[in-house]
């Protein structure tokens, strides 16, 4: 039992490096595709998924669109999904009953209030040397429309959130809602706290099954048991999930397999971490 849960922890860290991942996943065939009847990747390439982690996270994106709160941090584990709920986010239409533009944004160089300027302007389809009050003209003109601007930032540091905080309340015109795995915070009065945390056993299960459904393939081959294991693997982290459901679904086709087992996910997981470390081995050296 000891022996299990340390390798799950193992398997767990190894997952977090989003290199590894896009190696894997960018290494797989398409043969297993045939094998399986599939119309395309139903992980990898999957819609959004609505579990009730995601649910919750939108409704509480939705309260804070609606509320008079200016500032709000999407906090969760890494993995977890954030940036594709963001991306959803900013796709709907409807998310409450008040009129809302939203902006996004990846954090990526927000260092100082010049940079933060850069990258609202971008947002905004502004010119880049446009100014914090062009920004704040394009805003006002929005909010005397009765249209409400949020500014979604991903992959957000403590630093650029902290700044970001400070920036929205010089702008009041502006509400920013921003992704930081690693700060910690509670809601007070005008910051609010969204948590994306993992998916359930329940939502593990809905989720391999949508996929396999969505691809037009049959959900019986991935048993519900390789599923168990495969959640408690990578403890709910979607991403983590996606890649080692894709892969195991590859390796049960070259071994002609009828379905995907718990020994396979297993055997996945492991080579996973072997790789991972031989990888993060050469690059120490």
Wanted: charged share 20%; hydrophobic share 40%.
């Amino acid at each position: 039992m000891i022996d299990r849960c340390l390798r799950e922890s193992c398997v767990s860290r190894m997952l977090t490096d989003s290199h590894q991942h896009s190696r894997w996943s960018n290494g797989l065939s398409a043969d297993y595709l045939k094998y399986w009847s599939l119309t395309h990747r139903p992980f990898l390439e999957q819609s959004f998924f609505q579990g009730s982690p995601q649910r919750e996270a939108i409704a509480g994106i939705a309260f804070f669109a609606a509320s008079e709160c200016q500032y709000a941090n999407l906090a969760g584990p890494p993995r977890c999904g954030t940036s594709v709920l963001l991306q959803h986010v900013a796709s709907m239409r409807g998310l409450c009953d008040c009129a809302v533009d939203m902006l996004t944004s990846d954090a990526k160089g927000m260092q100082s209030e010049s940079d933060l300027q850069i990258h609202l302007a971008t947002a905004l389809n502004l010119p880049l040397n446009s100014t914090l009050n062009d920004s704040r003209d394009r805003l006002q003109k929005n909010l005397h429309s009765g249209v409400r601007t949020i500014w979604l930032i991903d992959r957000t540091t403590p630093a650029t959130a902290n700044l970001l905080q400070s920036w929205s309340r010089e702008c009041p015109e502006l509400s920013i809602v921003v992704a930081c795995q690693n700060l910690c915070v509670v809601s007070t009065n005008d910051h609010q706290r969204i948590d994306l945390n993992p998916l359930e056993l329940d939502d593990a299960l809905q989720y391999v099954q949508r996929g396999i459904l969505h691809a037009a393939g049959d959900p019986g081959i991935f048993s519900d048991a390789a599923t168990v294991r495969l959640h408690e693997l990578c403890h709910g982290r979607i991403a983590d999930m996606a890649v080692l459901a894709e892969q195991a679904l590859a390796d049960a086709a070259t071994a002609g397999h009828r379905f995907v087992t718990t020994e396979l996910v297993d055997a996945v997981a492991t080579r996973y971490t072997k790789t991972a470390r031989t990888a993060k081995t050469a690059a120490a050296a």
